[in-house]
């Protein structure tokens, strides 16, 4: 073998160096390869024993003062280590050393990350941990990278002065600064290197950095990701070893982290430290002062997004945290699991755990490219909806914003969606964890919100407050401008997602589990869920739910599903129309052409939602505040907090309506829900919930009509006579008074003697049955001739009454009675119902005769 190097090398240093690279090949002889150990000891002890490197770096060592520290002994001076280290601390501070000498260096670095022997204080210190996990591994630096594999804890655990021991070597041979130094890694990686690093020149430190942006990809492979991972966990703990790193920020260190030179260490600097420090400093703001230059701030910013792939890169996460992932997160094996699963068990965690959990998870909040495997899983839809916010150079939470935006777009896949969705509850647990909204809002928290930690009660707080502010018409806001800006977005975000709400989740979880058992999260379908079958929630339950609609109520954009379903609808008839009446302007086009079927169908449902209890419609319980207590006080004793009142308040309202009793603001809105209601059954929930069973019996086809337009109610009135339930007749009853009260509420009525109306009431105005009258009074005129099927509905109403007269409780129909009689047709009308009694009485008579005779 010897032989063969000297014919094809020239020089003793090219000898050895030769035998060195071929020093574990089989072809070399077991006593060859141990001269060569012992020779490779010796030039570790002192490098002199080198000729060719204490030729090559003499003027170096001199230049840079290598050998005249006097306050260390001379076998230290002479060993390798410290040789490599003076130099390298020269070239890690941008001095020049030789190309020469570098060259030497290279080589012997190299040498030592092969053969962990030639290290004593490695042989010395981690004997056991070489004997109990790394037996027979000695070649090509698998021994070392065997023991870095134990020192990350995948293997085991090892001792403190082992794990200082691989420090020491990784800082002498600085395989940050070249790849190739590390020949595990060089080997394992070589294909990674080739497809996805290529463009980088070779031995260039950003090779390692280029594989780290690479990681859990699909050009990583199995080996390379151990090797290299199993490397940078050292290089986590010493901030140096990361040249390009140190380059830029060894300025901002030693000004703000009071670190010492490249090869000097402090026992006292526990790992990870100085790198900590500059992190901190990198996300300053201009009033927080002392922030890191531009060039500094980049490559940690480089630092954080690689290592936030793996726990173990973070030593004071790892440290600070060792119980707590034994504790809750042993189970999470996958790739970014544990810190979400620390992130999902914040409150769990030990304080000084949960100090540093929070600290990162707010750095995420600011520049969520932190989360690389996210970034990942998101790049369909950042290159759609996010590339102009992800291409900024300062983030400050927009990225994430935008995402939450765009959760329910086609580019969004189950990853992505679980990520956002993750990273919005986690937010949850702490308002500094939204960096825009701790932002916007820092000063109003601590002035209007203290000592309230909870983003979720931090919202509520602030929104109550706005809220208050608004209804009792204060002069000044209290909540600021740019604070209200951005708690409407969190608003907005709050409402897509049940779980966003913890307050009403927990109350909630039993019935989502009962009655929503299949619906997905998100977009606000468990909320829906939960609305459509409010009557069977318990009561927690319900009085949160309830409340819910309440606020969506007064702040119809915090109605996910109406403004998901209705955006195109909003575009069209709303565009200038306030928030807060964004479902009164809907309304008011809901029977347009041009209404989207599945929006006019969602502006139903919530119009049924209101009518069930007037607190669910601000309008109208702002326009009746004086009126419900004064006609319906009753109705309200019996009522409680925790229980909805079915339409009762509404109900009584309609009744004094119809006898002219309320005040001009409520009458309007009254006159509003009966026209409403008068094409749609369902929007009367008294009359729905009393006639049930009769509308099934009696008016089934109306009622399975796609299109609602008072076919039901007008069923009923026919069939007055066949109703059974006194309820529901009462119900019925009603309805004919109120239509006698205002033709507009008698749907089928108006639309029959609608030419009639405009022909010969046009100068009569609407309301408090004065075009009723006017109708009566003209076809009890023979000069006029009506529409004949106006004259035809009119004389089915008259009809009606007649049977109303008959059939309706006495205090049912003494009010419709006392209209009739102040009516201005009254002689007629009551002529009119005399003669249907009579026909109705010979009728009766005829049968009874008929039947006596057959017996």
């Keep these: 073998m010897v032989d063969f190097v000297f014919q094809t090398q020239?020089?003793?240093?090219?000898?050895?160096?030769?035998?060195?690279?071929?020093?574990?090949?089989?072809?070399?002889?077991?006593?060859?390869?141990?001269?060569?150990?012992?020779r490779q000891k010796l030039i570790a002890q002192d490098y002199k024993v080198s000729y060719s490197l204490a030729k090559a770096c003499k003027v170096d060592l001199r230049k840079y003062r290598c050998n005249a520290d006097t306050n260390l002994p001379r076998a230290r001076e002479a060993r390798l280590s410290y040789l490599l280290l003076c130099l390298e601390s020269a070239v890690h501070r941008g001095r020049t050393v030789s190309g020469e000498c570098q060259g030497e260096m290279l080589d012997y670095r190299r040498m030592l990350m092969e053969d962990f022997s030639l290290s004593p204080e490695i042989v010395l210190h981690c004997r056991g941990e070489i004997e109990t996990h790394c037996s027979g591994?000695?070649?090509?630096?698998?021994?070392?990278?065997?023991?870095?594999?134990?020192?990350?804890?995948?293997?085991?655990?090892?001792?403190?002065?082992?794990?200082?021991?691989?420090?020491?070597?990784?800082?002498?041979?600085?395989?940050?600064?070249?790849?190739?130094?590390?020949?595990?890694?060089?080997?394992?990686?070589?294909?990674?290197?080739?497809?996805?690093?290529?463009?980088?020149?070779?031995?260039?430190?950003?090779?390692?950095?280029?594989?780290?942006?690479?990681?859990?990809?699909?050009?990583?492979?199995?080996?390379?990701?151990?090797?290299?991972?199993?490397?940078?966990?050292?290089?986590?703990?010493?901030?140096?070893?990361?040249?390009?790193?140190?380059?830029?920020?060894?300025g901002d260190a030693s000004r703000l982290c009071h670190t010492h030179g490249w090869n000097e260490t402090s026992?006292?600097?526990?790992?990870?430290?100085?790198?900590?420090?500059?992190?901190?400093?990198?996300?300053?703001?201009?009033?927080?002062?002392?922030?890191?230059?531009?060039?500094?701030?980049?490559?940690?910013?480089?630092?954080?997004?690689?290592?936030?792939?793996?726990?173990?890169?973070?030593?004071?996460?790892?440290?600070?945290?060792?119980?707590?992932?034994?504790?809750?997160?042993?189970?999470?094996?996958?790739?970014?699991q544990e810190l979400e699963c620390l992130q999902d068990h914040l409150e769990d965690l030990i304080p000084d755990c949960r100090d540093v959990v929070g600290n990162l998870t707010e750095l995420e909040s600011e520049d969520i490219q932190i989360e690389a495997l996210l970034m990942r899983a998101c790049e369909p839809v950042i290159q759609s909806h996010c590339h102009?916010?992800?291409?900024?150079?300062?983030?400050?939470?927009?990225?994430?914003?935008?995402?939450?935006?765009?959760?329910?777009?086609?580019?969004?896949?189950?990853?992505?969606?679980?990520?956002?969705?993750?990273?919005?509850?986690?937010?949850?647990?702490?308002?500094?964890?939204?960096?825009?909204?701790?932002?916007?809002?820092?000063?109003?928290?601590?002035?209007?919100?203290?000592?309230?930690?909870?983003?979720?009660?931090?919202?509520?707080c602030l929104s109550t407050t706005v809220r208050?502010?608004?209804?009792?018409?204060?002069?000044?806001?209290?909540?600021?401008?740019?604070?209200?800006?951005?708690?409407?977005?969190?608003?907005?975000?709050?409402?897509?997602?049940?779980?966003?709400?913890?307050?009403?989740?927990?109350?909630?979880?039993?019935?989502?589990?009962?009655?929503?058992?299949?619906?997905?999260?998100?977009?606000?379908?468990?909320?829906?869920?939960?609305?459509?079958?409010?009557?069977?929630?318990?009561?927690?339950?319900?009085?949160?739910?309830?409340k819910l609609q309440e606020v969506e109520m007064m702040d119809p954009e915090l109605d996910y599903q109406l403004m998901r379903v209705c955006k195109q609808m909003i575009k069209r008839f709303c565009t200038e129309a306030d928030a807060k009446n964004m479902l009164l302007c809907l309304k008011q086009n809901k029977n347009s052409e041009l209404m989207d079927p599945k929006c006019k169908q969602m502006i139903t449902k919530r119009q049924i939602t209101q009518n069930t209890d007037y607190r669910l419609n601000p309008v109208l319980r702002k326009a009746c505040k004086a009126d419900i207590p004064k006609f319906c006080q009753g109705i309200l004793n019996k009522a409680t907090d925790d229980s909805e009142l079915e339409g009762q308040v509404i109900s009584c309202l309609k009744l004094k309506y119809a006898d002219q009793r309320l005040s001009p603001d409520c009458e309007d809105q009254i006159r509003v829900i009966l026209q409403e209601s008068?094409?749609?059954?369902?929007?009367?929930?008294?009359?729905?919930?009393?006639?049930?069973?009769?509308?099934?019996?009696?008016?089934?086809?109306?009622?399975?009509?796609?299109?609602?337009?008072?076919?039901?109610?007008?069923?009923?009135?026919?069939?007055?006579?066949?109703?059974?339930?006194?309820?529901?007749?009462?119900?019925?009853?009603?309805?004919?008074?109120?239509?006698?009260?205002?033709?507009?509420?008698?749907?089928?009525?108006?639309?029959?003697?609608?030419?009639?109306?405009?022909?010969?009431?046009?100068?009569?105005?609407?309301?408090?049955?004065?075009?009723m009258s006017c109708l009566m009074e003209a076809l009890a005129d023979k000069r006029v001739r009506?529409?004949?099927?106006?004259?035809?509905?009119?004389?089915?109403?008259?009809?009606?009454?007649?049977?109303?007269?008959?059939?309706?409780?006495?205090?049912?129909?003494?009010?419709?009675?006392?209209?009739?009689?102040?009516?201005?047709?009254?002689?007629?009308?009551l002529f009119m119902i005399a003669l249907g009694v009579c026909v109705l009485f010979l009728m009766v008579s005829m049968v009874t005769g008929l039947r006596r005779r057959l017996s």
């Design 10 to 38: 020239a020089g003793e240093g090219r000898v050895y160096k030769c035998l060195f690279n071929h020093k574990f090949e089989e072809a070399m002889s077991e006593k060859c390869r141990d001269a060569l150990t012992t």
């Design 678 to 771: 008068a094409l749609d059954y369902r929007l009367d929930p008294q009359l729905q919930m009393h006639c049930t069973e009769e509308i099934s019996r009696l008016c089934a086809e109306e009622a399975a009509a796609q299109e609602q337009t008072g076919q039901v109610e007008e069923c009923l009135k026919v069939n007055l006579l066949k109703i059974k339930h006194d309820t529901c007749k009462k119900e019925v009853l009603n309805m004919l008074k109120e239509s006698k009260a205002d033709i507009f509420v008698d749907p089928v009525l108006h639309t029959a003697c609608a030419l009639d109306i405009k022909h010969h009431c046009a100068a009569i105005p609407p309301g408090r049955g004065r075009q």
């Design 137 to 250: 591994l000695h070649r090509k630096g698998r021994t070392l990278h065997c023991l870095m594999r134990v020192g990350r804890g995948d293997k085991g655990n090892v001792e403190n002065l082992c794990q200082q021991a691989l420090q020491t070597l990784i800082q002498e041979a600085d395989p940050g600064a070249d790849y190739r130094i590390d020949r595990a890694l060089n080997e394992a990686c070589e294909s990674v290197i080739q497809t996805a690093c290529k463009h980088i020149r070779n031995g260039d430190p950003m090779i390692l950095s280029c594989l780290m942006e690479h990681l859990y990809t699909e050009k990583m492979v199995e080996d390379c990701e151990h090797r290299l991972l199993e490397l940078q966990y050292f290089i986590s703990r010493d901030w140096k070893l990361d040249p390009i790193l140190y380059r830029k920020c060894q």
């Design 786 to 829: 009506l529409q004949p099927e106006c004259k035809k509905r009119l004389q089915d109403r008259i009809d009606m009454w007649s049977y109303a007269a008959k059939v309706a409780p006495a205090e049912g129909f003494s009010d419709l009675a006392m209209q009739v009689m102040a009516s201005p047709s009254k002689n007629y009308i």
């Design 468 to 546: 208050n502010d608004t209804l009792q018409d204060a002069k000044e806001q209290r909540v600021s401008v740019k604070c209200r800006k951005q708690l409407r977005v969190e608003e907005l975000e709050m409402s897509e997602d049940i779980r966003l709400e913890p307050e009403l989740f927990d109350s909630c979880k039993q019935d989502i589990s009962r009655l929503c058992p299949n619906v997905a999260f998100g977009n606000a379908q468990v909320i829906e869920c939960l609305k459509e079958n409010k009557k069977q929630l318990a009561q927690r339950c319900h009085q949160k739910v309830f």
């Design 388 to 460: 102009e916010v992800a291409d900024n150079q300062i983030d400050t939470g927009d990225l994430m914003e935008c995402l939450v935006q765009n959760k329910h777009q086609k580019e969004m896949n189950d990853k992505c969606a679980v990520g956002v969705t993750h990273f919005q509850l986690v937010q949850m647990k702490d308002f500094r964890f939204s960096y825009k909204f701790k932002m916007a809002c820092k000063e109003d928290v601590l002035k209007l919100c203290p000592n309230i930690k909870k983003k979720v009660d931090v919202v509520i």
């Design 267 to 336: 026992e006292m600097m526990p790992p990870g430290a100085i790198f900590s420090c500059l992190y901190r400093h990198a996300y300053r703001t201009e009033e927080q002062g002392r922030r890191l230059s531009r060039d500094c701030k980049v490559e940690v910013q480089r630092i954080l997004h690689q290592r936030a792939l793996d726990v173990k890169l973070d030593p004071e996460l790892q440290k600070r945290c060792m119980t707590d992932l034994g504790k809750w997160c042993s189970e999470k094996t996958e790739t970014g």
